[in-house]
């Protein structure tokens, strides 16, 4: 305020919302002779990630915000194991493309081989391979529509070409 417009330098703009959690990208532009554009794109939490006994939002673009339950109410899914936050996204995207029903999702685990397990809010829980994960997805969304599998607890489709249920 009250400062000539081609004295201010973009960093002067960005620097203090950097600080800021859940921002993916701030644009910062000049509109001459008196106007300053900014534009925030936020990033938006999707799970609860726990990492070292510590609690993290883990956001849409894989970034790390310390937990803090006043931020956002917790019905998010928790994300457990080592390394999960690297992959997780990408997990998460392709249930996302498939269709699955990510609300009914209460816990994603992680295995350092490369796969993931889920429990849903039900209890049940579907083992997803490291391979061809696309395909066991769209399985596992007509498996959970069948009404011969909700007697099921664990849906295992790790062995490419068989589904073994327990």
């Known amino acids: ?3 000539n ?23 910062v ?5 008196n106007t300053i554009i900014i534009k925030v794109y936020e990033t938006k939490p999707v799970a609860i990630l726990f990492k070292k006994n510590k609690k993290y939002f883990l956001d849409n673009s894989s970034n790390l915000i310390p937990f803090n339950k006043n931020m956002f109410p917790d019905d998010f899914p928790n994300v457990f194991g080592e390394g999960a ?34 429990q849903l ?15 066991a997805i769209q399985k596992s969304i007509k498996l959970l529509e069948r009404e011969d599998f909700k007697n099921y607890n664990i849906i295992d ?3 490419d070409g068989k589904i073994i249920v327990e």
């Open 1 to 3: 305020y009250k400062k």
């Open 5 to 27: 417009i081609l004295f201010i330098k973009r960093n002067d703009v960005e620097k203090p919302l950097k600080s800021i959690d859940f921002l993916d990208k701030i644009e």
């Open 29 to 33: 532009k000049k509109k001459y002779p």
């Open 85 to 118: 936050e690297q992959s997780f996204i990408s997990f998460f995207n392709l249930l996302e493309d498939n269709n699955f029903p990510k609300k009914k999702v209460k816990n994603f685990y992680y295995f350092q081989i490369g796969r993931w397990d889920l």
């Open 121 to 135: 809010l039900n209890n049940k829980i579907i083992k997803f391979p490291e391979n061809n994960i696309d395909d």
């Open 157 to 159: 489709l790790r062995v």
